[in-house]
């Protein structure tokens, strides 16, 4: 890029950076409020978060809308990218398989770990009695999970949760 363009590369890819962090971000926050409210993911939050967090350095007044225009074109070319490779590449990963995906498949399904167990959940929802990991999904974070169901949410397509 020429200087001509007043374009300041450094704030692009800032943008970019904070932007997608910021989404990611946002996207866990609205989800576990609304768990505490007694709301699973849902498109409402999913939108929030994405708006919120790829205005934000427009809303912050981090740049100016030259550097956030070209940003966002990037960005949607990074998530594009991530999305049809993580589609196309399948999960192989142990800890994946056993019980990220099946939190984010959970998660998806109106699962609020806040107030209802794994187990439960399952019982309720499937004609299976158990399956293994389910007291890892109730103990252990879930911040991978809850982006990875938003992604799934959007796509209908599990193994896109690995794009995050």
Same mark, same amino acid.
């Given at each position: 890029?020429?200087? @001509? @363009?007043?374009?300041?590369?450094?704030?692009?890819?800032?943008?970019?950076?904070?932007?997608?962090?910021?989404?990611? $971000?946002? %996207?866990?926050?609205?989800?576990?409020?609304?768990?505490? %409210?007694?709301?699973?993911?849902?498109?409402?939050?999913? $939108?929030?978060?994405?708006?919120?967090?790829? #205005?934000?350095?427009? $809303?912050?007044?981090?740049?100016?809308?030259? @550097?956030? %225009?070209?940003?966002?074109?990037?960005?949607?070319?990074?998530?594009?990218?991530?999305?049809?490779?993580?589609? $196309?590449?399948?999960?192989?990963?142990? +800890?994946?398989?056993?019980?990220?995906?099946?939190?984010?498949?959970?998660?998806?399904?109106?699962?609020?770990?806040?107030?209802?167990?794994?187990?439960?959940?399952?019982?309720?929802?499937?004609?299976?009695?158990?399956?293994? #990991?389910?007291?890892?999904?109730?103990?252990?974070?879930?911040?991978?999970?809850?982006?990875?169901?938003?992604?799934?949410? %959007?796509? +209908?397509?599990?193994?896109?949760?690995?794009?995050?």
């Amino acid at each position: 890029m020429t200087t @001509e @363009e007043n374009i300041d590369e450094q704030k692009v890819f800032y943008n970019i950076s904070f932007s997608l962090l910021s989404v990611l $971000f946002l %996207l866990f926050l609205t989800a576990s409020v609304g768990f505490v %409210l007694g709301i699973g993911i849902n498109g409402f939050c999913i $939108f929030l978060s994405f708006i919120l967090g790829m #205005g934000a350095p427009v $809303f912050l007044r981090i740049s100016d809308i030259k @550097e956030f %225009l070209l940003s966002f074109v990037i960005i949607f070319g990074v998530i594009a990218l991530s999305l049809h490779l993580a589609e $196309f590449l399948p999960d192989v990963s142990y +800890d994946g398989q056993w019980y990220h995906q099946t939190g984010a498949l959970f998660l998806k399904k109106g699962w609020n770990p806040v107030y209802v167990r794994a187990a439960d959940f399952l019982a309720k929802h499937w004609d299976i009695k158990s399956i293994s #990991g389910l007291v890892f999904l109730d103990s252990y974070p879930k911040a991978c999970e809850i982006m990875a169901a938003g992604i799934f949410y %959007l796509t +209908d397509n599990i193994e896109t949760g690995k794009a995050v």
